[in-house]
């Protein structure tokens, strides 16, 4: 449903938007669920294109109830990903034959791992929380070059090892509209702090003609930091068959500080300032519809998903605004029928986004997600008469 599920509550599935929502989990069973994703991106800037292919590990999450009215969750996901490599080439000056390169490059990214709650304090209200921990690094370069030997080059590697935590608190209130329909709000809160990592920015002057190289190392103390999110929606469930919604989120980019590299009257500098973003906004709408999922039959208990979803800018480039998001997908769920089993289910959905700013590369991405969810009754007690 393109994200959307603050107010999804449903005792086969992990909802990890929403700790809340463990409180709901079947008492019979255990739920493992794993995800992965392909997609193929098309960039253009300046009426040129040009395609980018790969693919994504999303998610390994599991689920069960540990006691009455209290659910946990576990798993791992990645929090952020950095994978880049462009170059941009000009001429020094109208009438020298001289050219420079810039060539930008990225990798790396955040792991995250969190252990969650949910606990149904009285019947239809709900609260949960997600612990995580996150941890990686990335390595970010600019390299500048010329195509004369004369010129000096002068060229940036930005660094950073991350190892902090991470917070989310999440509230559920279910109202039953009749007996097999009701409608839940949700609500979450994500605690923003400054992170733990201390990212370096190294400067490399070369010699053209010497190779000499000059290097000079910044460090930003406690240069990243997460920002506040608060989202809150709603999810209308129609007779266990239809179920749409509705959630905003609101990201406090605009207080979030980030290390700059700039020249200060000469003197170059690497520091913490809090002009670069601002606060983004998310809607996302939805729904699921599956005909009768205790029928017998087969075509009955396949679920239809869509939804879609709005962002608002939140980085800013030169002063200018950066890319807005548009986004879109459908998918199904598939039943996993066997002797054993008839409530596991394979999620298969395309989704395609859409990321623009004005005089800024756009980006077109198609995206497969393939997702298995295992809904085994490991704790189901067996009689023998």
């Not at 392909?38 to 790969?54: D, M, P, S």
């Not at 409608?183 to 605690?191: D, R, V």
Request: proline share 3%.
């Amino acid at each position: 449903m393109n994200g959307l599920g603050l107010g999804y509550r449903k005792g086969d599935q992990v909802n990890v938007l929403n700790p809340a929502s463990y409180s709901a989990m079947d008492s019979l069973t255990f739920i493992f669920d794993a995800g992965a994703s392909g997609q193929l991106t098309n960039f253009e800037e300046n009426e040129k294109r040009i395609n980018a292919k790969n693919a994504n590990f999303e998610y390994v999450v599991a689920g069960f109830r540990a006691f009455k009215h209290l659910g946990v969750s576990f798993g791992i996901m990645p929090f952020s990903n950095v994978g880049y490599a462009y170059s941009n080439t000009q001429k020094v000056g109208d009438v020298n034959a001289t050219t420079y390169t810039n060539t930008y490059t990225g990798t790396g990214g955040i792991h995250q791992v969190f252990l969650g709650f949910g606990w149904e304090i009285f019947k239809g209200f709900s609260l949960g929380v997600n612990g995580s921990y996150l941890w990686g690094d990335y390595e970010r370069s600019l390299v500048n070059s010329y195509s004369d030997a004369y010129t000096n080059t002068l060229s940036k590697y930005y660094t950073a090892s991350i190892s902090d935590y991470k917070v989310d608190f999440g509230a559920q209130i279910a109202i039953p509209l009749s007996k097999k329909s009701d409608l839940t709000f949700g609500f979450t809160y994500g605690l923003g702090h400054k992170m733990n990592a201390d990212p370096e920015c190294k400067v490399i002057s070369t010699n053209s003609q010497t190779l000499v190289a000059d290097t000079a190392s910044y460090v930003a103390k406690d240069g990243f930091e997460l920002p506040t999110v608060m989202s809150g929606g709603f999810m209308l469930n129609l007779n266990g068959r239809l179920r749409v919604g509705a959630d905003y989120q609101l990201q406090k980019w605009a207080k979030v500080g980030y290390p700059v590299y700039s020249m200060n009257g000469g003197k170059p500098t690497y520091q913490v300032t809090k002009d670069n973003f601002k606060d983004r906004h998310r809607i996302t709408v939805g729904g699921d519809y599956c005909k009768d999922q205790s029928s017998r039959r087969f075509f009955d208990r396949i679920h239809f998903r869509a939804g879609a979803s709005y962002a608002t800018p939140y980085l800013k480039i030169n002063g200018q605004d950066g890319p807005k998001e548009i986004s879109v997908s459908a998918g199904f769920g598939i039943p996993i029928i066997n002797y054993w089993n008839n409530r596991s289910m394979l999620n298969i959905s395309a989704q395609w986004v859409r990321m623009d700013a004005s005089n800024y590369l756009k980006e077109n991405t198609f995206r497969i997600n393939i997702g298995l969810t295992f809904n085994e009754d490991w704790f189901m007690k067996w009689k023998v008469n």
